[in-house]
């Protein structure tokens, strides 16, 4: 039946005031909802309009730990029996046709830790299992007040634990570790089947009801269908925007699956998984974390969730938004080439079926049909890409310079990847390091990287900028500072110095200098006498002096009216183009106003320009300019260049504006980059040179190896290498193919636990397709 046909409602209630749900279960008639958490367990008949409240089993005083539950499970053979999951460990077993207390049929206290699930047998009224925080799986029959068989899953803790409805006595079990187990409930020794699923943790597993098929939900915000014939395949994944909590297939739709969110998201999504990238419908009612859903029986347009808002939804179908009619059906982008690539929804119309009239109003009429929201066409939709890419002429023309290796172009990332393998962050001192990093940037096309890379080496590259990295503000403190600066002179030694040189500081004889006094005093607008006033402790810079030190050599250094004629090192390190200032700032600027001309001129006026203390002078530091130039290399796009930049830097790292978020963020869009070309090794490297603790922890996540023993099967719980407890035996440590211990890199098959030296593997199953020593059919690539 069409989704849009159906006649039911959106309905909701809330339930609690005091707490929220965790949880929800169906009766076997999906007339009645249990709902289940911390402070609540109530059961509720689902009616037309409505809920109503039919029994509250934590009524009364007296409550002990065993009532806060995190699942519960209705059987599927009788209506009148519930399982809850507590959070102390506690498995419980409720009769609803007794009154009070009584109602309390059970209570296993046999879990270590919380109890996180619990599941009644399809088939089996007596039976059920839990899993639990303690890395176990217990089996009770209601029948007896003990557990029948415990599992153990050689896990820090089971998630979650589902009967398969196709074959009786499997089930299957999701564990922290992100791996998947199926469990024979009759061996209770060892699993059947187990693989890893995940790269996080797994919370949540559900069975097809028609196919082979077991869905899986993890932290790492993927949903995988394995095929579960044989040995395990992955059919489809699901990419969400969250950690997955929960996911329930729908029934009467083969592709079609609901879930719901851990954290951030709030809606329930229902997913064809022929098209997993964006929802086939949303229910967006709930106001906090939903955290448990489930359909109602065989109807696949009714769909019941509790939440954290302490309320129930029975969302009707055709209230659902659709998210794929939103969303944007055409994009564009710009390439760093200049090409433009464009992608649009390519519409695909029903193909008309036989008897229908040619006109073209029955045609149109038939495509609007044929197309309505919600139609099972959803999955066919696709979108056509175009690519627009400038040619080498038009290139030319715009004064683009085309190397060789530019006049082809290159295939999509190979620059990123090209960069990724060749840039190096460490091994060589910063210069070499930035020159080599900037013929790398240069061999790829990227001329913008290839020049900060120059700039870096120019700015951290010298010795102003080695270890400790302190700030300086200016050269003022440089040894011989009289030897440095030639035109200034200490007027306490003008005498001495003026004897001894035999002229003036403008290079005159004294008889000249005697002359030019004389013609100074007539001509000087100011009214000066000529005579000399050497000042007493200042320093003394002749202009004219200054104007013959300008020179096109030092042009560049004259700054703020002063020249600087230090060593020349230093002047080349201030010798930028942003520091040009013009030559006539070393001119006195009169500035007479007409009140200055009516009064006479102060006496004394000397011919020299008087400083009373050595001008400092500041060195520019690019720690600001640098930072921009990292954030606009992240504006567009190339995070590589920024935090290969900032690793390559060291310890000057610190003197950059630049927040250690932002610095976070790049270091994982960079590391999940790398992780996406399976560039693995150069991941770890900017991995472990990261400064960032939360950084440096992504090496350790999902590293522990749960090994089986190849001679006895049992799990290897020892801390000793290779060797097993069980079997007191060391033979999983030698090579099956040559019988010798396995000194170095250890290869083994997960499914018979057999390994060895890799290169003997190597050359073994080039020839052979099963295992040396079991005849396993092991699938080593």
């Not at 009766?27 to 309009?49: C, E, H, M, P, W």
């Not at 004259?558 to 080349?572: D, H, M, Q, S």
Request: hydrophobic share 35%; with cysteine; charged share 20%.
């Amino acid at each position: 039946m069409p989704d849009s046909l159906e006649d039911t409602s959106t309905i909701s209630l809330r339930i609690c005031l005091e707490g929220h749900a965790n949880a929800l279960a169906l009766n076997k008639d999906n007339t009645q909802i249990a709902v289940a958490g911390r402070s609540l367990l109530k059961v509720y008949s689902i009616d037309n309009d409505g809920f109503t409240e039919s029994c509250n089993m934590r009524g009364g005083k007296n409550q002990n730990l065993s009532y806060s539950s995190n699942d519960v499970a209705w059987s599927t053979l009788d209506s009148n029996l519930l399982a809850t999951a507590a959070t102390n460990g506690v498995v419980s077993v409720w009769d609803l046709s007794k009154f009070g207390r009584q109602k309390q049929l059970l209570v296993y206290n046999e879990h270590e830790r919380t109890a996180h699930t619990v599941t009644f047998h399809s088939s089996e009224p007596n039976i059920l299992i839990s899993g639990s925080q303690d890395g176990t799986i217990k089996c009770f029959d209601i029948r007896s007040d003990k557990s029948v068989n415990t599992y153990f899953s050689n896990s820090e803790s089971v998630r979650d634990v589902k009967f398969s409805p196709h074959t009786q006595n499997i089930f299957s079990a999701v564990s922290e570790n992100g791996t998947v187990q199926l469990w024979d409930m009759r061996k209770w020794d060892k699993s059947m089947v187990q693989f890893t699923a995940h790269y996080g943790p797994v919370y949540t597993c559900d069975w097809h009801p028609t196919r082979n098929w077991l869905a899986t939900g993890s932290r790492d915000k993927q949903i995988k269908v394995w095929n579960m014939d044989g040995r395990p395949g992955l059919e489809h994944t699901i990419h969400t925007i969250a950690g997955v909590g929960r996911v329930k297939w729908r029934p009467e739709r083969t592709y079609h699956i609901a879930s719901c969110a851990l954290v951030v998201d709030y809606s329930v999504h229902v997913w064809d998984i022929r098209r997993p990238y964006i929802p086939f419908a949303s229910f967006n009612e709930h106001t906090n974390v939903t955290t448990g859903i489930a359909w109602q029986g065989s109807d696949s347009h009714c769909l019941l969730s509790t939440s954290k808002d302490s309320t129930i939804y029975k969302h009707a179908f055709k209230d659902a938004t659709r998210p794929a009619l939103k969303a944007n059906a055409q994009g564009a982008g710009l390439g760093r080439f200049g090409d433009i690539s464009f992608a649009n929804k390519i519409k695909e119309y029903a193909p008309k079926a036989s008897g229908v009239s040619n006109t073209k109003s029955s045609s149109f009429i038939s495509r609007r049909k044929a197309n309505v929201a919600g139609s099972v066409q959803f999955h066919l939709d696709h979108s056509k890409m175009y690519k627009f890419a400038l040619n080498d002429s038009f290139l030319q023309f715009s004064g683009y310079p085309l190397s060789e290796s530019e006049a082809k172009p290159r295939q999509e990332h190979e620059s990123f990847i090209g960069c990724a393998r060749e840039l190096i962050i460490n091994g060589k001192k910063l210069s070499e390091l930035c020159e080599h990093n900037a013929e790398v940037s240069k061999k790829y096309g990227k001329h913008n990287a290839s020049t900060l890379w120059n700039f870096i080496k120019l700015f951290y590259g010298s010795n102003h900028f080695e270890p400790p990295f302190e700030h300086r503000s200016s050269f003022s403190n440089q040894k011989n500072p009289m030897n440095s600066r030639r035109a200034t002179q200490v007027a306490s030694d003008w005498p001495q110095q003026r004897n001894d040189l035999g002229q003036d500081l403008n290079g005159n004889t004294p008889e000249t200098a005697n002359e030019i006094s004389v013609a100074n005093a007539d001509d000087d607008p100011l009214g000066g006498s000529g005579v000399e006033h050497p000042p007493t402790s200042s320093v003394i810079l002749s202009e004219t002096h200054i104007i013959h030190e300008i020179t096109f050599d030092n042009f560049e250094l004259l700054r703020n009216g002063f020249i600087y004629v230090g060593p020349t090192e230093c002047a080349k390190a201030l010798a930028f183009p942003a520091l040009h200032h013009d030559v006539q700032a070393a001119r006195p600027q009169l500035d007479l106003k007409a009140s200055d001309h009516e009064k006479s001129p102060p006496p004394h006026v000397p011919t020299v320009l008087k400083v009373s203390h050595v001008p400092s002078i500041p060195m520019w530091e690019p720690h600001k300019f640098v930072g921009d130039a990292l954030m606009l290399m992240n504006d567009v796009g190339d995070v590589q260049t920024a935090l290969i930049v900032l690793i390559s830097l060291g310890e000057a790292r610190k003197l950059l504006p630049i927040e250690d978020t932002l610095v976070e963020h790049w270091f994982h869009t960079y590391v999940d980059q790398l992780h996406r070309y399976e560039l693995w090794n150069e991941a770890c490297e900017v991995i472990n040179r990261s400064w960032l603790r939360s950084v440096q922890q992504l090496n350790q996540h999902s590293t522990a190896m749960h090994l089986n023993c190849g001679e006895c099967g049992r799990p290897m719980g020892g801390k000793v290498g290779w060797y097993c407890d069980k079997c007191k035996s060391m033979q999983s440590a030698k090579c099956c193919v040559c019988g010798l211990i396995v000194r170095g890199v250890y290869a083994w098959c997960q499914g018979c636990s057999h390994g060895g030296h890799i290169e003997h593997l190597q050359k073994y199953f080039a020839k052979h397709s099963k295992c040396p020593k079991c005849g396993h059919l092991c699938a080593y690539s």
